[in-house]
């Protein structure tokens, strides 16, 4: 099976730098995925790491180490409108590459 | 470019009635998955439809729920005799092929709620 843990919720203030981390244990792994979702709407896709190192686009990057089943994701120069919630998943084994997701971080960008 | 579309936005109905939600891909994406979070919850992988194999209904939670794609593109989510505890919002992604680099593209998902 699939285990992924990331925070229920986290605070930061605009203009800041945060960093949401996912946990996983899997029985294989093909790849981790962030999406991005604001309340009432679709996830949409922010960045996919497969190899161990840190993807860097624009204000977000995101960062993966196999060995340590871990991932994080980094907002750089925080803004009102990256308040939502930042969900991890990651892409099955066995044949089956349907990804799990986790519970989703709750970000809030205050002033 | 047209997203994934599903419909309707938002159905409410009685306890013990069928719903039928629908979800049309993206043109020529070969995979397509159901997913249903409710408030608070992670996404819940309900079924997966690759190309012409046969589905992966390993998500599904009980024989009241059912899927079907025809002709490779739209398809459609069946729950037959509802329960309070199917009101959830079901979400529809589709892909270019599996999803193991390739990333989800999601529709707005279909709000159910059971009265």
């Known amino acids: 099976g699939q285990n992924i843990d990331q925070p229920t919720e986290m605070t930061a203030t605009e203009g800041a730098i945060v960093q949401i981390n996912c946990t996983y244990q899997?029985?294989?792994?093909?790849?981790l995925f962030w999406y991005q979702q604001h309340a009432g709407e679709a996830p949409t896709f922010l960045s996919y790491?497969?190899?161990?190192g840190l993807e860097e686009k624009g204000r977000f990057s995101s960062f993966l180490s196999r060995s340590k089943g871990y991932s994080y994701l980094l907002l750089k120069e925080l803004q009102m409108k990256d308040s939502a919630s930042y969900l991890c998943?990651?892409?099955?084994?066995?044949?089956?590459?349907?990804?799990?997701f986790g519970r989703g971080t709750s970000l809030i960008v205050h002033p | 470019g047209a997203g994934v579309s599903q419909s309707p936005s938002n159905k409410v109905t009685e306890k013990g009635k069928d719903v039928e939600l629908r979800c049309d891909p993206i043109s020529g994406h070969t995979a397509l998955y159901w997913y249903r979070q409710s408030l608070g919850q992670g996404l819940e992988f309900l079924i997966y439809?690759?190309?012409?194999?046969?589905?992966?209904k390993s998500g599904l939670p009980s024989d009241r729920f059912s899927a079907e794609r025809t002709g490779g593109s739209v398809s459609t989510l069946t729950i037959q005799r509802t329960q309070q505890e199917d009101s959830a919002v079901y979400l529809c992604?589709?892909?270019?092929?599996?999803?193991?680099?390739?990333?989800?593209?999601f529709g707005d998902g279909t709000r159910l709620s059971i009265l």
């Open positions: 998943a990651v892409a099955g084994s066995g044949g089956s590459y349907i990804p799990t």
């Open positions: 992604a589709s892909s270019l092929g599996d999803s193991r680099h390739q990333p989800q593209h």
């Open positions: 899997t029985s294989g792994f093909n790849g």
């Open positions: 439809f690759q190309g012409n194999s046969a589905p992966d």
């Open positions: 790491n497969v190899l161990d």
